[in-house]
């Protein structure tokens, strides 16, 4: 059964779950609000950086799909949203899955198609108003992207720009602000350098739109299950032929795919995901190096190590080492 709710009576209910402002007592500067829990469980916090930005972190957890029914209203400022887990629809009919990010602000129209679905939804977002992210773009001696530019000029439409792929690289850098492990003014400019990295990987996925044909539907399809082959995959990967027969594709159309999707080479895509889940079961210091570089696909441990500094300019075991104290 699926919940049908407006905003302003989200707000109220939101209002009566939080009758007075919550400050994170370990970092006074973050401001928490439970999310309501007539229609969940979880919360919202808000680190307010310099003018103009904010991060927000929203956990919570659906035991029902909530439609939001929405009347047409001025959102000033961007927002770059990161979906880590959770999915639905926006309310221009556009899906919203996990993996995925996008920029989008203006005139929200009338609508009763943003739907949430049921579970677990958490998302990262940096609201950055207009004329900050301008600053921080013109301060480079760079250009604004052609497609932001009405946005950041104050033209008052409603955009959703095409979503893209959370690549590794923007995962490494979400995990760290939601993992910080400072406090006081050393955080503050952490997580600053933190959105301003999020900030540059998201423009530069608008500004290097693909000159290439544009992927069709069933393609793009079959470029995820391949994907998913990979991943299931990363000890003994098959060839890029290989792969490219198992999802109904030819070569030439399966790196073209992975190139515009996830932004990089097949075998990149497959070199970043399993530094990703070495430098985890690294942290969570459970396994020894040598079984480690096994379960990512290396039969070497010195291999293993050198692609591992390569990523991370610091060696496996200096890496654990680090983190354990």
């Known amino acids: 059964m699926t919940i049908n709710i407006t905003v302003y009576d989200f707000w109220n209910l939101r209002k009566a779950a939080n009758p007075e402002l919550l400050i994170d007592p370990i970092h006074p500067e973050d401001y928490l609000c439970r999310y309501p829990q007539e229609l969940g469980k979880g919360y919202y916090r808000w680190i307010p950086m310099r003018e103009g930005i904010i991060i927000e972190i929203f956990d919570t957890y659906l035991p029902q799909p909530i439609k939001w029914i929405t009347h047409a209203h001025h959102q000033k ?16 009919g556009q899906p919203k899955k996990s993996g995925e990010d996008y920029i989008f602000g203006g005139v929200y129209p009338q609508s009763n198609n943003n739907i949430d679905g049921a579970g677990n939804l958490r998302w990262v977002s940096l609201i950055i108003k207009p004329e ?6 013109e301060s480079y001696g760079e250009q604004v992207p052609s497609d932001l530019e009405k ?3 104050g033209v008052p439409e409603y955009f959703n720009l095409r979503p893209s792929l959370i690549t590794p690289a923007k995962q490494v850098a979400l995990q760290q602000i939601l993992h ?6 050393t955080r503050k400019m952490y997580l600053e350098s933190k959105v301003l990295e999020l900030v540059s ?9 693909p000159t290439e044909k544009l992927l069709r539907l069933q393609e793009i399809d079959r470029i995820y299950h391949a994907r998913e082959i990979l991943l299931r995959n990363i000890g003994n990967p098959p060839s890029l032929i290989d792969l490219a027969q198992q999802v ?12 515009q999707i996830f932004g990089t080479t097949v075998f990149g895509y497959l070199h970043d995901y399993r530094m990703e889940q070495a430098r985890q079961l690294l942290l969570s210091g ?7 570089a096994q379960i990512v696909g290396y039969a070497n441990r010195s291999h293993f190590a050198t692609a591992f500094k390569k990523k991370y300019g610091v060696n496996p075991k200096a890496y654990q080492m680090q983190k354990n104290i």
């Open 151 to 153: 946005a950041i000029a």
């Open 77 to 92: 400022s961007l927002e770059f949203g990161f979906i880590l887990a959770g999915s639905g629809q926006d309310c221009d």
């Open 180 to 185: 910080c492990p400072y406090q006081g003014l």
């Open 132 to 137: 900050t992210l301008r600053t921080l773009i």
């Open 248 to 259: 109904g594709i030819n070569e030439y159309t399966l790196k073209r795919g992975f190139r």
């Open 286 to 292: 459970q396994m020894k190096i040598e079984q480690i």
């Open 201 to 209: 990987l998201k423009l530069a996925d608008q500004v290097a739109a």
